[in-house]
């Protein structure tokens, strides 16, 4: 059964309902530290602990992010095989399959290949970005936070290069929450490593759920959106509605924040019911495509935080900075939150060598 947008969520609370003082969270998101099963990625070169002294372990890292990262595409796959066999209903797999079939037959798509189970990256990306860097709120924006994935690597240049702070999730936050990273903290030898997942994992400065900051512009990417309703369709695994609950919760955005995601002109649909779309589904205002800007002037609701009763025991046992998040909420308001049914996490699509 579909569960619409009328159903009640159980919303985090916003941060403001929270007294600081009444219990201490410290950050503990480094990589230096072994996160949810994540390998330990830095060797101290000295006695000193400061993060200048120690060795970041790229390959090691970079092994580890495939390794998972191939794993998270093939549950994705069985997930998608399984819903869309035994529920008819199963339509957004049946978009996304779609979508990422066309790109690859008429070969817009670009590495990583094949695109199935992923944001794609496609042709004419770069030209894309740079429409997305011409927008006002673009222009304005102090700042931005990008998603971390291949389509969207030159909005996160641009953003650096513009001297922008650049918030940026990492991985399917396996290894923690957000990192932050500056212009200042780079020079221009490193800025174009730092748009990569090694490269803000080695110089982005991790954050945690008391960070005070403040998100101009969201950049969000797609597998498929509607232009004239703003519906958006991820891959299928949540993590762009995760990270924009517990930035809601931070205080970090509202309902004005724009909301904008860069795509091929071939994955503009028209499909998308919007009466079908669940609570937690975040919309797009603005598209920017390689040939034009769209604004949507979308009327679908705004998340207003993290919906616990949709959220299955195996996703929070995977999403370490969650289950913090749960229980400082269930310590400061002394009531259990609820959990979504159990389900079997999602796999991922294999990249070709």
Not at 105 to 123: D, E, L, S
Not at 124 to 148: I, Y
Not at 166 to 173: D, E, H, I, V
Not at 310 to 315: A, D, F, R
Request: hydrophobic content about 35%; proline content about 7%.
């Amino acid at each position: 059964m579909d569960v619409i947008r009328i159903s009640s969520p159980f919303a985090i609370f916003n941060k403001p309902h929270y007294s600081p003082t009444s219990f201490s969270f410290s950050v503990p998101f480094s990589l230096n530290k072994n996160v949810g099963g994540s390998r330990n990625f830095q060797k101290l070169g000295s006695s000193r602990s400061s993060r200048n002294d120690a060795v970041f372990d790229e390959a090691a890292f970079e092994a580890e992010r495939l390794t998972l990262d191939a794993r998270a595409r093939e549950s994705m796959a069985e997930a998608s095989k399984r819903e869309t066999e035994t529920d008819p209903k199963a339509w957004k797999w049946v978009i996304r399959k779609r979508v990422w079939d066309f790109m690859e037959t008429r070969n817009i798509a670009q590495n990583p290949r094949p695109v199935h189970h992923r944001i794609p990256n496609f042709v004419g990306a770069a030209a894309a970005a740079q429409k997305l860097g011409g927008l006002e709120a673009f222009g304005v924006a102090k700042c931005v936070k990008v998603n971390p994935d291949s389509p969207q690597k030159q909005v996160r240049f641009l953003t650096l290069s513009g001297g922008k702070k650049l918030l940026t999730p990492q991985p399917r936050l396996r290894t923690g929450f957000f990192s932050v990273l500056e212009s200042s903290m780079l020079t221009p030898s490193t800025i174009n490593e730092a748009c990569t997942s090694v490269g803000v994992a080695k110089y982005g400065r991790p954050i945690g759920l008391d960070e005070q900051i403040k998100v101009d512009l969201i950049v969000i990417g797609s597998v498929a959106v509607d232009p004239k309703t703003g519906a958006r369709l991820g891959k299928g695994e949540g993590f762009a509605e995760l990270e924009y609950g517990m930035l809601r919760y931070m205080g970090a955005i509202d309902d004005t924040t724009p909301i904008v995601t860069s795509v091929h002109d071939e994955q503009l649909v028209d499909d998308i019911p919007v009466e079908k779309l669940l609570i937690h589904d975040v919309p797009v205002d603005i598209i920017c495509t390689p040939t034009q800007v769209i604004f949507t002037n979308t009327s679908i609701p705004k998340p207003q935080g993290i919906y616990w009763d949709k959220l299955s025991p195996e996703k929070l046992g995977q999403i370490r900075i969650l289950r913090e998040l749960k229980s400082r909420i269930e310590g400061e308001t002394g009531q259990k939150l609820p959990c979504g049914p159990s389900e079997k996490l999602p796999p991922t699509a294999k990249r070709k060598r």
